[in-house]
């Protein structure tokens, strides 16, 4: 087969086309206000073997077959699309012949419609291949950076505000549960009556050292040029889709909690409660163009999150820890990245466009936590534990005593995502190059600059003083709860 029949400017342009007369393919699954997405189809049947070996290392691997499928969808489509070719000429040239003719037009005619019917059905046939090859493009995650661990297992960059040659000694009343509750911070089982279990009231201190935490988080990204910005905690469903946050198959958690609508409304977009401020911080570029002069773009949000799947993981039920509603700071960016879009991307690639960035955010993350005084330790996380679109990730995990039984003691904090042109080619983020001529898609990257629950928790836990029934303040919190340098007895 000739390269030009493989040519996707040729067959799948020409398909895009005759989807306008066809409405039913692409907007039963989506509504057409969603972002149009445009997945790498043309990476994905150059690099079979790739995106097989991907699924496999990201614990996906119930899509392993879908690179092949996606190419052999290709191969079959350029097929049909050559096979037209001819019959397409002869309508044409028979339309010109029934223009031309001013006798009897009946038999010229009734060859041109029987044609014509062999055409639509091809080509119906053709649109339905591209639909199927774009949804499963679409389902596959997002390729994995050659520094990220492959045997499960995160890798130690280092230690924060701790040496493992003499950790520190921890009472066994260390507890943030029993902590809230014997310093009037924490009411669990007031919530419980409330809302149902995962969610909490925060009291007293408890609440005030909630706004500490959210005002020096985003002071700290402020001063290093992040701009700040409140974003909505409804989303419709496909922009939470388009960031990646779905299950990778029908018998995984789905975090997203969505929200009913009325009989009236049955026809729009869906509707969620948002995860994370990633979702509705990506969606502020969704289906637009930044120019390339105004990138890197740095933004700050502080929002209420919630997560459906909280309670399913056993002891993490205890506490803070894991919760369904909860608030935090997230730090989202969109940068440049000028490379030929078949191009597998690679670490040295994004040295100089998305991984400074990406970088950025964790040196914050470091910041925070290291002036918060919190035992930390920094890990390259493994490709199983990547979401579906990080390239890579990495985690600063803080010492919870509680905890002990469960990972030494140590629980996610942070967390920080490069995520390349995955999210932007769902979502339809481009850039605009200064010269006006080309739109390539944004890289985005994506951070926590603040899990509240979480850090309070740990503050809770690593504050605590047994022999005084008292939780000292982290010194750099102290001017936003009142020049106050502990919780407990006055």
């Known amino acids: 087969m000739s390269r030009a029949r493989l040519d996707p400017r040729g067959f799948l342009l020409r398909c895009r086309r005759n989807y306008s007369t066809s409405p039913r393919y692409f907007q039963e699954a989506r509504p057409a206000s969603a972002p149009k997405q445009q997945p790498p ?17 990201r614990n996906w691997a119930s899509h392993k ?43 010229v005619i009734a060859e041109m419609k029987s044609i014509r019917q062999e055409v639509a059905a091809r080509e119906a046939e053709l649109a339905t291949l591209e639909t199927e090859m774009h949804n499963l493009a679409i389902s596959l995650p997002n390729l994995t950076s050659e520094s990220t661990p492959l045997d499960d297992e995160p890798r130690l960059i280092r230690y924060i505000n701790y040496d493992p040659a003499s950790p520190p000694q921890y009472p066994d009343s260390a507890d943030h549960s029993s902590i809230g509750e014997k310093l009037k911070l924490l009411d669990f089982s007031s919530a419980s009556n ?21 005002q020096y988080a985003l002071s700290v990204a402020m001063r290093r040029g992040w701009s700040m910005t409140t974003p909505p905690s409804l989303v419709y469903s496909h922009i939470a889709n388009s960031c990646g946050f779905q299950p990778r198959d029908q018998n995984d958690e789905q975090q997203i909690w969505q929200v009913s609508q009325p009989e009236k409304d049955s026809g729009k977009p869906t509707r969620s ?34 997560r459906a799947e909280a309670g399913a993981r056993g002891v993490d039920t205890k506490g803070l820890y894991r919760v369904h509603e909860f608030t935090k700071v997230e730090m989202f960016g969109w940068t440049n990245c000028p490379l030929p879009e078949e191009t597998i991307p690679s670490d040295d690639s994004l040295t100089e466009w998305s ?18 005084g919190l035992p930390c330790r920094l890990l390259q996380m493994p490709s199983t534990d990547l979401g579906a ?44 190059d200064a010269a006006g001529s080309r739109k390539r898609f944004a890289h985005t990257v994506n951070g926590t600059t603040m899990a509240v629950p979480r850090v309070l928790a740990a503050i809770l836990e690593n504050g605590w003083r047994e022999d005084q029934g008292c939780v000292m303040i982290p010194e750099v919190l102290r001017k936003y709860m009142g020049d106050m340098d502990r919780i407990g007895p006055k």
């Open 355 to 372: 991984g400074p960035l990406w970088q950025e955010m964790v040196d914050i993350q470091v910041e925070i936590l290291t002036n918060l």
């Open 65 to 107: 077959d879908l690179p092949k499928k996606i190419k052999d969808q290709f191969v079959a489509a350029s097929e049909i699309d050559h096979s037209l070719r001819e019959p397409r000429r002869k309508v044409k040239d028979l339309q010109k012949q029934v223009n031309a003719t001013k006798g009897d037009k009946s038999q």
């Open 194 to 214: 409330t809302s149902g279990w995962g969610f909490y009231y925060l009291l007293n201190e408890g609440a005030m050292l909630e706004q500490a935490l959210v």
């Open 273 to 306: 409660l948002s995860a994370t401020a990633e979702i509705p911080l990506a969606g502020i570029h969704a289906n637009s163009v930044i120019h390339e002069q105004d990138l890197p773009i740095r933004m700050v949000g502080t929002s209420r999150c919630y």
């Open 389 to 432: 679109s990080a390239f890579c990730k990495i985690d600063i995990e803080a010492m919870f005593p509680s905890r002990k039984s469960r990972d030494g003691g140590w629980g996610e904090v942070t967390s920080a995502s490069n995520c390349t042109d995955y999210q932007s080619r769902r979502l339809n983020t481009r850039i605009l």
């Open 41 to 57: 189809i043309t990476q994905i049947r150059n690099n079979v073997s790739v995106y097989e070996n991907n699924a496999v290392v």
